[in-house]
């Protein structure tokens, strides 16, 4: 395929589309049978998560090990961490000796997405949302509640994807500003159905909806995802909520700003 064009899959076919040209996406969902949603930059400002979320979870790592050390399933988020840094340490000289909550700020100060480090922080806000100081404060963009009764009354599917544990996602769509959105969600996936750059997740997830990858759209603000799930078969479309023109960005997924253009 030429290096400046890139297939873009429709209903019955494959259109093609000049890398950098104005593509807009489909304005009706006819085809579509399961919408596949990112959060963070796609549903939910990247500024919530960055200077909500994670100061959050960060400020009680030690407390809530220190508590829970007899946890079964803080232990076993403890143990899939242990396995991680033994295979990193492999080729990261500069990690350091284990250490299960210096390993944790360690994943942290990188943004790593480990599924365990997803898995515990999922834990500690959980313990925010019942304790009551994330209660009713997850922020969502202002279109998605319209969209999500826009697209269910459609009779279709809405589902997560996300690095986030499963816990953590099912956490923040019950307490958003926007009320409790849960019940619009068929379906929630994170890092243990695979990598989110990778076209077997994108497959997986598919095959759970009950769908062909050709009925699913998948919305992300990262282009790689989006390269995942197109070669996965998936249709696509780019969000981009920030100040960049869509238009200026190199890619050939179609592009939005808002929920709102997607009928």
């Known amino acids: 395929m030429d290096a400046a064009l890139h297939g873009q899959r ?13 593509v807009h996406p489909d304005r009706t969902l006819t085809d ?21 979320l994670f100061p959050y979870a960060r400020a009680r790592v030690h407390d809530y090990l220190a508590r829970h050390a007899d946890d079964p399933e803080v232990h076993a988020d403890i143990e899939l961490l242990r396995a991680e840094h033994a295979a990193e340490s492999a080729h990261e000289p500069r990690l350091p000796p284990w250490d299960p909550e210096a390993y944790v700020y360690w994943l942290m100060d990188r943004d790593r ?13 959980d313990a925010g949302y019942r304790g009551g100081e ?22 279709k599917q809405i589902a997560i994807f996300s690095s986030g544990s ?19 969600l068929s379906g929630y996936f994170d890092t243990t159905t695979g990598p989110k750059r990778e076209a077997t997740s994108y497959r997986t997830i598919a095959t759970a909806l009950g769908h062909s990858p050709q009925g699913v759209l998948f919305v992300s603000d990262l282009v790689a995802e989006l390269d995942a799930a197109h070669a996965a078969g998936m249709r696509t479309t780019l969000c981009v909520r920030g100040p960049d023109d869509p238009n200026d960005l190199p890619t050939s997924h179609p592009r939005i700003r808002s929920f709102t253009e997607l009928a």
Not at 40 to 45: A, D, K, L, M, Y
């Open 10 to 22: 429709s209903g019955s076919g494959v259109s093609t589309r000049v890398l950098g040209t104005d």
């Open 134 to 155: 994330l209660k009713g404060k997850a922020e969502v963009y202002p279109d998605v509640r319209p969209a999500f009764e826009r697209w269910r009354k459609a009779g």
């Open 113 to 125: 997405k480990s599924t365990g480090l997803k898995s515990l922080q999922g834990r500690i806000w």
């Open 32 to 52: 579509i049978r399961a919408i596949l949603l990112d959060i963070e930059g796609t549903t939910t400002p990247i500024a919530f998560v960055q200077q909500v």
């Open 166 to 184: 499963v816990q953590a996602q099912r956490n923040l769509f019950a307490n958003t500003t926007a009320g409790d959105l849960s019940a619009f």
